[in-house]
């Protein structure tokens, strides 16, 4: 725990407005995928189909999609940001063995690696100053 808090405390001393403007970036971008999932449920099927073989399809199918969503609301805001983060790496993970296993597309396997390499950054480095989970420890 003395980690995570010494951590903390060397980003919100380190802390930059474009680390935070590409922490709400990739929030963003992690929502509006969410939102193409739910607007086009058979888009998500066709992605996840080289993974359905070993099961587990219809889980995959209710859970990327709200995770992507919430999950990129709450990188908006840095709210439980590394939380948040943390929903957001099987995902990420599976987008990248997809891309072997499947039909691989580069520009959708170059996307899904800088978005993990991303989200393992703000894993490590949280919401940073201009953040909902700063203001709140601030309050305290």
């Not at 889980?59 to 999950?71: D, K, N, Q, R, V």
């Not at 990188?75 to 691989?104: D, E, K, Y």
């Amino acid at each position: 725990m003395e980690n995570v808090k010494s951590l903390n405390k060397w980003a919100n001393s380190h802390t930059y407005l474009p680390v935070d403007l590409i922490r709400i970036a990739l929030g963003v971008f992690l929502f509006m995928k969410g939102v193409l999932f739910v607007t086009n449920a058979e888009y998500l099927h066709d992605l996840i189909s080289p993974i359905d073989q070993y099961g587990g399809g219809m889980f995959l199918l209710h859970y990327i999609a709200p995770a992507h969503m919430i999950g990129g609301i709450m990188i908006v805001f840095g709210l439980l940001t590394r939380w948040a983060i943390a929903a957001q790496l099987p995902i990420l993970l599976g987008a990248v063995l997809v891309n072997f296993m499947g039909r691989m597309h580069s520009e959708s396997l170059i996307l899904a690696i800088i978005v993990l390499l991303l989200c393992i950054f703000f894993l490590f480095y949280g919401g940073g100053k201009h953040s909902a989970d700063y203001y709140f420890k601030m309050q305290q």
